[in-house]
């Protein structure tokens, strides 16, 4: 992944346009006229010895002619002549090319990859429409239209959909700040764009056309940096694709490439939306609002039918309406009429004028229980809607210097009458909806995003302390498994790997003969009411589907005789089906018992993958089911089970107890190391798993294993927490002191680290005596992303007492270090241990090089530094030293 040079194809300064041609109706034509007509204000060159001009504009035989380099080439010649153009190029300067031509494939797109790694040239394209700046005025595609300037950024897979957004953002008035077509991305892709625009201050937020997605570490990895500071929203289309099919499990056959895409999406802390609409939609709202601090709505309407409409819509989406509180409802008893609803939605009547709405809608913004006020109105010949609007938009301004600021949604309905009201709310910055069930549909955005920014926050640990892992039995366990050839991991093997992440299990015996299931049986029988027999075979992945399942056998003799049947029912319907034997285990008998199931697959796109949801032999019929990406926290594991119709019922109801809830993530949390840490697990199915008030025992269980060696697994699309990189060392005075990576729930012990740190400790650190100091500074510097960031705090006792940290270039050459230590602790060689530690971390990430700056009298740092094997010079415009550590030939060993 790498930034590398995007800014040459970005925001370049000059640009050459090979393949120009006055042919009428030529995409060289197209193009020349864009490029022309765009506003850039930089040199733009035409390339084609076969002409001597196209549209009066001199053409040049080759770009080595040209009388100056050209930051960025666009090319639309033959496809066998690209390799050679993008050589061209390299060699004359250029650092970024536009490739619009299609079928460079196959040997032609290695050697054009060939020839722009010598220069690292960066390519967008081949085969795409090209690339459109309206902030720079530079329009090097064949698009009809250029987009009207603003500051929403396009990405698009789909050239064909590049025009449909430029004609649909320009005949509604948005403004666009890049569009980029990325084709067929033989090198820029989404993680490259995505790394760049995080860090673009043109544009406000990042809009997406995916088909498929392209290494979905990389893009997970750049999504989740650049959500944090921008609102990243997603047009996944193929959403209703068929599941991908899997023999061996229930898992594997409901893990469709969907449900991954969305939890890859979720964790990445972007919205996926389902319409081009809903894309800037989504856009506009995310922008114009603030954080949503709940996901209650109230509602204000002086219509009670569209109330109603706004109601359903809510409920259709899972939403709640905001219970009023008794003191809210008398307030609105004192001001409104005696014929208001009385509850939410508050329908305050068709005659209400602008002084009704204003005192609703401040009791309600002063309301605790409220975190999204939306207000409607309905045009009447009794009131005006314009001055009820007028009112909204004084309290919204009004309400904007409050803590904590609610958001306030608008839907005035109708046409003319209503265009006045938007106009004010549009100019006011307030969304404004055409009817209640945009409005709505506008809200559950914001609740959607909400959770997808909560999810984006969860940093799993990669071995939670609080969990206690039996590694090395399922190191055997999986060894053994692959020194006998096993490719599946049947029941009582499976549900002995399980157990070593402490996942409780049933007793399960295995039997060779029936005679062996009689005595079994027997053995069991003396401590349980009954026991089930089941077949053992590779070939049967659904034993019930061919009788291969007896439940509540209450003899030994009875288990023998269902043994027997059993081989004769899976002769006659299987007889290719290899027997193994069978297993007995104790029948479990809870009455309030809920049938569960719990899994992993391997996804194509984003690898290993998560699933929870109703279990049972209808698994596939009721299609109740849930999935995110390991590992798993209990946070994300309760997000997890949320999401699925059974959690209801988990829930309890009428006489029916809860389940134990906290048991069933834990489960899934236990699972998701297990599969995280043994990367020889290729599919778990743990159905069913059951689960009351008493906790969750797996009854029945599967694993499917692969040689890594032969056969590696894709990598977890999330970085887990890095625990192996934690350290004790003794400071002078204090004792041991902890060095560990940093942690998202260290946010407040980071706060109180700048509580101990002087005004001109923090200049030295920050160039400024007065950094800001807000919860989302601090978020940013402790929810970090390990894939490309680290930060090593020192810790003793619950006091941070320093910190190290590094952020990587998105390519993972170099990365840029800072390291701070509280004021009154420096001296005593913390901060050289914890550099120490960042710098062995860096090389064990084949980084290779670090940097930082550092200001002239900074000295301590200085010294420090030199003496680690840094060298430095001096930048007088600025009174810093540039410092730089070669990891390559470091004198500091590795991990």
């Not at 076969?50 to 001199?58: P, S, W």
């Not at 033959?78 to 250029?94: M, N, Q, S, Y």
């Amino acid at each position: 992944m790498t930034v590398r040079n995007l800014s040459s194809l970005l925001a370049p300064r000059s640009v050459a346009f090979v393949g120009a041609s006055p042919e009428p109706g030529s995409v060289g034509l197209i193009v020349a006229r864009n490029l022309l007509s765009g506003g850039f204000d930089g040199p733009i060159w035409f390339v084609n010895p076969r002409h001597e001009a196209v549209l009066d504009v001199r053409c040049f035989q080759s770009l080595a002619a040209l009388p100056d380099v050209p930051e960025l080439v666009v090319i639309a010649t033959p496809p066998e002549t690209v390799p050679d153009i993008i050589a061209e190029a390299g060699a004359k300067g250029a650092r970024a090319a536009v490739v619009i031509t299609a079928g460079v494939t196959g040997e032609l797109r290695q050697r054009m990859l060939n020839a722009a790694r010598t220069y690292c040239l960066r390519i967008e394209g081949p085969n795409c429409i090209g690339l459109l700046l309206p902030h720079i005025g530079l329009n090097a595609s064949f698009s009809r239209r250029m987009p009207i300037k603003g500051d929403l950024a396009v990405i698009s897979q789909s050239g064909a959909l590049v025009t449909t957004i430029v004609d649909w953002t320009a005949s509604r008035g948005i403004g666009l700040s890049q569009v980029i077509s990325l084709g067929d991305m033989a090198d820029a892709d989404f993680g490259d764009f995505l790394d760049y625009l995080a860090g673009d201050i043109t544009s406000r937020a990042i809009l997406i056309y995916m088909e498929a997605m392209t290494d979905a570490a990389k893009f997970i990895s750049a999504a989740r940096r650049a959500s944090r500071v921008k609102p990243v929203i997603i047009l996944k289309s193929g959403r209703n694709a068929a599941a991908a099919k899997a023999a061996m499990s229930h898992t594997g056959a409901l893990a469709g490439a969907d449900a991954a895409y969305n939890a890859a999406f979720r964790r990445a802390g972007v919205l996926r939306v389902n319409e081009l609409r809903q894309l800037f939609d989504a856009a506009e709202i995310l922008s114009a609002v603030p954080h949503l601090h709940g996901e209650r709505l109230t509602i204000l309407t002086n219509g009670g039918g569209v109330g109603v409409l706004a109601t359903d819509e809510l409920a259709d989406l899972g939403g709640k309406l905001t219970e009023l509180p008794a003191m809210t409802l008398q307030q609105l008893d004192e001001c409104l009429p005696p014929t208001w609803s009385r509850a939410n939605p508050v329908d305050i009547i068709g005659d209400a004028g602008p002084e009704r709405y204003q005192k609703a809608a401040e009791i309600l913004l002063a309301d605790p229980a409220t975190h999204a006020l939306l207000v409607m109105n309905c045009p009447t010949a009794m009131a005006s809607s314009e001055e009820a609007a007028q009112v909204v938009v004084d309290l919204a301004s009004a309400h904007r210097r409050q803590r904590p600021r609610k958001v306030i949604l608008t839907s005035w309905l109708g046409e003319d009458a209503a265009e006045p009201s938007r106009q004010l709310f549009a100019k006011a910055d307030i969304p404004t909806f055409a009817t209640p069930e945009a409005a709505v549909e506008g809200f559950w955005q914001l609740v959607r995003y909400r959770r997808a920014q909560e999810e984006l926050m969860q940093v799993p640990p990669s071995a939670p302390e609080a969990l206690q892992f039996d590694r090395a039995k399922a190191d055997h366990i999986l060894a053994e498994a692959r020194r006998k050839g096993r490719t599946m991991l049947l029941e009582a093997k499976a549900k002995e790997l399980l157990a070593s992440y402490g996942i409780p299990v049933v007793r399960t015996l295995r039997a060779a003969t029936p005679e062996q299931v009689e005595l079994h049986a027997a053995e069991l029988l003396r401590d349980h009411r009954a026991c089930v027999v089941k077949i053992v075979s590779d070939d049967l992945p659904h034993k019930s589907d061919f009788g291969g399942v007896r439940l509540a056998i209450a003899s030994a003799r009875e288990a023998r005789t269902a043994a027997e049947e059993m081989l004769l029912n899976v002769h006659r319907l299987r007889p290719d089906a290899v027997l193994r034997g069978f297993t007995v285990q104790a029948m479990i008998e809870r009455a309030n018992s809920h049938e569960l199931i719990v899994g992993a697959s391997e996804d194509a796109t984003v690898g290993p993958l998560m699933m929870f949801g109703a279990g049972g032999t209808a698994v596939e019929v009721t299609a109740d089911t849930a999935h995110a990406l390991p590992p798993l926290d209990l946070k994300l594991a309760y997000q997890m089970m949320r999401e699925t119709r059974i959690y209801g019922l988990l829930k309890g109801y009428r006489d029916r107890p809860a389940a134990n809830l906290d048991a069933i993530a834990m489960a899934l949390v236990r699972l998701s190391y297990l599969v995280a840490r043994h990367r020889e697990i290729r599919e778990v199915d743990i159905n069913p798993l059951l689960a009351d008030e008493h906790g969750v025992v797996a009854l029945d269980a599967r694993i499917r294993i692969a040689d890594e060696a032969e056969e590696p697994r894709r990598p977890l699309a999330v970085r887990p927490f890095p625990v192996e990189w934690e350290r004790t060392i003794a400071v002078e005075g204090m004792g041991e002191v902890t060095l560990r990576p940093i942690r998202p729930d260290d946010e407040p012990h980071y706060v109180r680290l700048f509580d101990r740190i002087s005004a001109d400790d923090l200049r030295m650190r920050f160039f400024t005596a007065a950094p800001e100091r807000t919860f989302r500074f601090f978020a940013r510097m402790t929810q970090i992303d390990y894939a490309r960031e680290m930060a090593f705090i020192a810790v003793y006792g619950d006091e941070v007492l320093g910190v190290a940290r590094l952020i990587a270039d998105p390519d993972g050459r170099r990365a840029e270090f800072a390291v701070i230590v509280r004021s009154d602790l420096k001296g005593r060689g913390l901060g050289s241990a914890l550099m120490q530690h960042l710098i062995a971390y860096a090389k064990s990430e084949g980084l290779g090089e670090l940097i930082g700056d550092v200001l002239a009298e900074n000295t301590g740092m200085l010294a420090m530094c030199r003496s680690l094997g840094f060298t430095s010079v001096y930048e007088p415009q600025s009174n810093v030293f540039r410092l730089s550590l070669d990891l390559g030939r470091g004198a500091l060993g590795s991990k």
